[in-house]
């Protein structure tokens, strides 16, 4: 059975984003549900996790239209919160609306707003409260807590795997060793000989953010594709039929 898989990396608050990637692969009709094709299977669409926490102050401001969004400010924590909230909201309808073909990857950001057992910050010390009510934030409401709290740590189809970090099942849970070991975020570059060591076909990853956009592995037969700022998403196609199962990969501009 042909199957065309649209994965897209890591949201981070950039809903306008993620919609016009849904719009540019036809999987979104003009009400927010899924086209025909995803209703029908034919088209899998996976958000390789962290749905939540914009990455810079830029981003922030941009999402909660205030000039200059301070992250110690508990009105401005509690904007950033209603904004994501809201837009949460529509791609948990698009979801529900055809669980069998839309996944969604639990990702680190995705986990953080329902433990709360670290502080979530950039390389640059911007932190994420605006979902943690210890530090100013406010509780993400409890059926969207229900929501994520059903996120898959992975994906697999056949051979294909999709998960937000890499192949490795540690990579897939988010403790101590997670947040101290370098190996999350540096594996596909040091190596990339986990997705074949792990008896995968081909492997899709996000958390690690690609500057120059989606990046493809061909020999070590994986993509990195946190890249959704770069306006790309990625385009697998599969046939279930055969022994090696992906026909194509491609990162496609939008």
Sequence with gaps: ????????????????????????????????????????????????????????????????????????????????????????????????????SVHCVLGNHDDGVLHHRYLLQTAGGLTHNEFDPERGGVRLPDHLRHWFSGFVRELRVGRVQFAHVGPLPAFAYYDDLFYTDKAPKHWWHDTPEYVMMADLAYGVYGHTQMPDGIYLDEAARFAMIDALGNREYLELMTDSSQHDPVISVRAVPF
């Design 1 to 100: 059975m042909l199957r065309k898989f649209i994965a897209i990396g890591d949201v981070h608050g950039d809903y306008d984003l993620l919609w016009a990637a849904l719009r540019a692969a036809s999987c979104v009709d003009a009400a927010g549900l899924p086209t025909p094709p995803v209703q029908q299977g034919l088209y899998q669409v996976v958000l390789i996790g962290d749905l939540v926490h914009p990455k810079t102050l830029a981003d922030y401001s941009r999402l909660t239209g205030l000039a200059e969004f301070n992250p110690r400010d508990e009105d401005h924590l509690f904007a950033a919160a209603r904004v994501q909230v809201r837009e949460l909201e529509r791609v948990r309808m698009f979801q529900e609306a055809a669980p069998r």
